[in-house]
């Protein structure tokens, strides 16, 4: 079970609006490598690892990655809260805009919306683990992507917190490996 706590993982602060950074963020929200993604995969995963303590890793990483996806939609929310139709047809977003309005919906950066396709699950731990490491790798190199497109300092911080968070999981996930192959072994 989970319970939820009414606050943020990390405070979403940003200067104001800006829809081009926003429209990007959708790539951590709903694309391949993005917080949704990394969460439903480990949560998935999680029933076939051998031994409690890499369940409970998978289960873990799972739980803040949707946390993390909370955050990144707080922070499209924030950047595009109020703008006008006019100002998100200029900036890319009347797509969105037609379809949704100012609401969130999981897709990607280029609107393509999110599949469940873009993650495996097998009953063989070790290439779960190995997709797991490279999902962490692929997220640290979106944000670093996304760091380098944004001008706003509360977006920078915020993204850079979740880029710090990606290279913890590729650490723990690389452990978990080490402990899986020795158990199996
Ligand atoms: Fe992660």
Redo the contacts with the bound molecule.
């Keep these: 079970m989970w319970i939820y706590e009414k606050k943020l993982q990390y405070p979403a602060e940003v200067e104001g609006t800006d829809l081009e950074i926003a429209s990007e963020l959708f790539a951590q929200y709903g694309g391949p490598d993005s917080?949704l993604a990394?969460g439903l995969r480990y949560l998935t995963q999680r029933y076939t690892m051998p031994t409690d303590e890499a369940k409970a890793v998978l289960t873990d990483?799972g739980t803040?990655?949707l946390a993390?996806w909370e955050i990144i939609g707080t922070l499209i929310y924030k950047l595009i809260e109020g703008v006008p139709p006019e100002e998100l047809q200029e900036a890319g977003l009347a797509a969105h805009y037609a379809q949704h309005g100012h609401a969130l919906y999981p897709h990607d950066a280029a609107g393509v919306p999110f599949t469940v396709s873009y993650f495996q699950s097998h009953e063989d731990p070790i290439a779960n683990l190995h997709e797991d490491m490279a999902?962490?790798e692929k997220?640290r190199a979106t944000y670093e992507y996304l760091i380098n497109l944004s001008n706003d300092s509360g977006v920078i911080d915020t993204l850079s917190f979740l880029r710090e968070?990606?290279i913890v999981?590729f650490q723990r996930f690389g452990e978990t490996l080490e402990i899986v192959r020795d158990y199996l072994d």
């Design positions: 917080e990394a990483i803040e990655e993390h999902a962490e997220a968070r990606e999981h």
